[in-house]
């Protein structure tokens, strides 16, 4: 099962390994520019020493030109000064140079080179004036081998900056080779990121969305509402408790549709407020009696049913509430009701107050008989003796903790077999605790038994 951590390490090493492919091109790049730029200072130190090496042989010419046009004899030294000169700068191309094309070229010109010193040291040694024919042809051999000697040179500098050219070339095209790498790979790894966060968010959002469309139609009362499990991961794990949590709702739980049934079915008026004391629940028989319907008494406060206002009208004042808020229970107390004519109906009252766990008031649960007089105990429409009996307490009808729970679970329906399944009991013994509550009632009426429940807290 892929968990959305392991997913999200499978995203780390996907990212790190694009990462480290591009970070492999772009040290290959480096090295690649690293190599050529040292290649290329080795060719630069060719060429500059072969330029050197070309000025250095020209300037030993030019000192024997100048000898021939002054014949002073310092040309002479200056002569030995730069052939001193010139065979130094021979012997640091020989360490520098690399090519064997540059290599022979230098030693074609060293031949040359020596020829030109020996023919130099003989035109020295010469009476110019008198010997000018030796002079000319020793001159002429000097101007013809010198020229060769240079070419050489100029042959080691061409040679030196076509390979200059061809590294220049070569580091254009890893520059470029590189950048566009490190660019489609960069596109290529974004790409990546898009398509895993696309699928690794549906993968999250569309099962939140059915979980949330599973609330809503929840929260409208439909408890067999399932989210399907489209993912086996952490959310999958979660949905899954969900739908177990929602299943023990299901079995344990009063659907509103069955809690109004049950509230159809009541003889009696039944009347929910909240705890601003304005309606929210009030049963058909509550608008039978009253002349409502529904849209028009929930909202409605519960003061105007007891007749403290009527159409801008006060009437004696009705210390029911006030009563039931000091008292948090009233049993069988004769008041009045009043309809929406305003014509006044005797009932028999009992309320309970709503408290949640910090014992905070959250509304009133008020259940009336309808009579005919006040002094008149009997009720117009009853089905059992307990719904023609005044309604008793808890306190009055003490039932164990073991019978409330059944009581509950027979409100919701449940039969003697599902009871007994749901709390590791026996058929018998259920059977037993709903006989011993329906005589402690005194009732074998069902709905007498939610009535009860309900005014009581039970359910």
Same mark, same amino acid.
């Given at each position: 099962?892929?968990?959305?951590?392991?997913?999200?390490?499978?995203?780390?090493?996907?990212?790190?390994?694009?990462?480290?492919?591009?970070?492999?091109?772009?040290?290959?790049?480096?090295?690649?520019?690293?190599?050529?730029?040292?290649?290329?200072?080795?060719?630069?130190?060719?060429?500059?020493?072969?330029?050197?090496?070309?000025?250095?042989?020209?300037?030993?010419?030019?000192?024997?030109?100048?000898?021939?046009?002054?014949?002073?004899?310092?040309?002479?030294?200056?002569?030995?000064?730069?052939?001193?000169? +010139?065979? %130094?700068?021979? &012997?640091? @191309?020989?360490? *520098? $140079?690399? !090519?064997?094309?540059? #290599?022979?070229?230098?030693?074609?010109?060293?031949?040359?080179?020596?020829?030109?010193?020996?023919?130099?040291?003989?035109?020295?040694?010469?009476?110019?004036?008198?010997?000018?024919?030796?002079?000319?042809?020793?001159?002429?051999?000097?101007?013809?081998?010198?020229?060769?000697?240079?070419?050489?040179?100029?042959?080691?500098?061409?040679?030196?900056?076509?390979?200059?050219?061809?590294?220049?070339?070569?580091?254009?095209?890893?520059?470029?080779?590189?950048?566009?790498?490190?660019?489609? +790979?960069? %596109?290529?790894? &974004?790409? @990546?990121?898009? *398509? $895993?966060? !696309?699928?690794?968010? #549906?993968?999250?959002?569309?099962?939140?969305?059915?979980?949330?469309?599973?609330?809503?139609?929840?929260?409208?009362?439909?408890?067999?509402?399932?989210?399907?499990?489209?993912?086996?991961?952490?959310?999958?794990?979660?949905?899954?408790?969900?739908?177990?949590?929602?299943?023990?709702?299901?079995?344990?739980?009063?659907?509103?549709?069955?809690?109004?049934?049950?509230?159809?079915?009541?003889?009696?008026?039944?009347?929910?407020?909240?705890?601003?004391?304005?309606?929210?629940?009030?049963?058909?028989?509550?608008?039978?009696?009253?002349?409502?319907?529904?849209?028009?008494?929930?909202?409605?406060?519960?003061?105007?049913?007891?007749?403290?206002?009527?159409?801008?009208?006060?009437?004696?004042?009705?210390?029911?509430?006030?009563?039931?808020?000091?008292?948090?229970?009233?049993?069988?107390?004769?008041?009045?009701?009043?309809?929406?004519?305003?014509?006044?109906?005797?009932?028999?009252?009992?309320?309970?107050?709503?408290?949640?766990?910090?014992?905070?008031?959250?509304?009133?649960?008020?259940?009336?008989?309808?009579?005919?007089?006040?002094?008149?105990?009997?009720?117009?429409?009853?089905?059992?003796?307990?719904?023609?009996?005044?309604?008793?307490?808890?306190?009055?009808?003490?039932?164990?903790?073991?019978?409330?729970?059944?009581?509950?679970?027979?409100?919701?329906?449940?039969?003697?077999?599902?009871?007994?399944?749901?709390?590791?009991?026996?058929?018998?013994?259920?059977?037993?605790?709903?006989?011993?509550?329906?005589?402690?009632?005194?009732?074998?009426?069902?709905?007498?038994?939610?009535?009860?429940?309900?005014?009581?807290?039970?359910?």
């Amino acid at each position: 099962m892929l968990t959305i951590k392991k997913k999200l390490l499978i995203a780390k090493i996907v990212i790190l390994v694009l990462f480290s492919i591009i970070a492999l091109i772009s040290i290959f790049s480096i090295q690649n520019l690293s190599k050529t730029a040292h290649k290329m200072e080795k060719e630069y130190n060719e060429v500059h020493a072969a330029q050197e090496l070309q000025i250095s042989f020209q300037q030993v010419l030019l000192a024997v030109k100048e000898y021939l046009i002054q014949r002073d004899s310092k040309q002479i030294n200056n002569f030995d000064y730069f052939l001193l000169q +010139t065979n %130094i700068k021979m &012997v640091e @191309c020989k360490k *520098i $140079f690399t !090519h064997d094309q540059n #290599k022979e070229h230098l030693v074609n010109f060293e031949k040359d080179f020596t020829k030109v010193t020996s023919l130099s040291k003989k035109l020295f040694k010469l009476n110019i004036a008198v010997d000018t024919v030796a002079t000319g042809f020793i001159i002429d051999e000097i101007s013809s081998i010198s020229n060769l000697a240079v070419e050489e040179i100029n042959k080691i500098t061409k040679e030196t900056e076509r390979e200059m050219r061809i590294y220049i070339e070569d580091n254009h095209k890893t520059n470029i080779s590189g950048k566009w790498s490190v660019i489609f +790979t960069g %596109i290529f790894a &974004v790409f @990546c990121l898009f *398509i $895993f966060s !696309h699928f690794f968010l #549906k993968g999250i959002i569309k099962p939140l969305n059915s979980l949330m469309q599973t609330t809503q139609k929840i929260a409208l009362g439909n408890l067999s509402a399932k989210t399907e499990i489209l993912a086996h991961d952490e959310i999958g794990n979660l949905i899954e408790s969900f739908n177990n949590m929602i299943g023990i709702l299901n079995r344990t739980t009063v659907s509103r549709d069955y809690f109004d049934n049950i509230l159809s079915r009541m003889n009696d008026s039944l009347i929910i407020t909240d705890v601003n004391n304005n309606i929210m629940v009030a049963n058909q028989a509550t608008l039978d009696i009253l002349g409502y319907n529904e849209k028009e008494i929930i909202g409605l406060p519960f003061c105007i049913i007891l007749g403290e206002k009527i159409n801008n009208e006060v009437f004696a004042k009705n210390t029911i509430i006030n009563d039931l808020t000091k008292q948090k229970q009233l049993h069988n107390i004769y008041n009045s009701y009043f309809s929406k004519k305003g014509e006044k109906i005797p009932v028999l009252f009992s309320g309970s107050l709503m408290l949640d766990v910090n014992d905070a008031v959250k509304g009133m649960i008020c259940i009336a008989n309808y009579h005919t007089t006040e002094n008149n105990t009997t009720i117009l429409n009853h089905e059992n003796s307990f719904e023609s009996t005044i309604i008793k307490t808890v306190d009055e009808i003490p039932l164990s903790k073991r019978e409330r729970e059944i009581m509950k679970l027979i409100a919701e329906e449940r039969s003697n077999q599902e009871i007994a399944e749901l709390l590791f009991i026996s058929v018998r013994t259920v059977e037993t605790h709903r006989k011993n509550i329906m005589q402690k009632l005194h009732t074998k009426s069902v709905i007498a038994l939610v009535k009860y429940a309900a005014l009581n807290g039970i359910i």
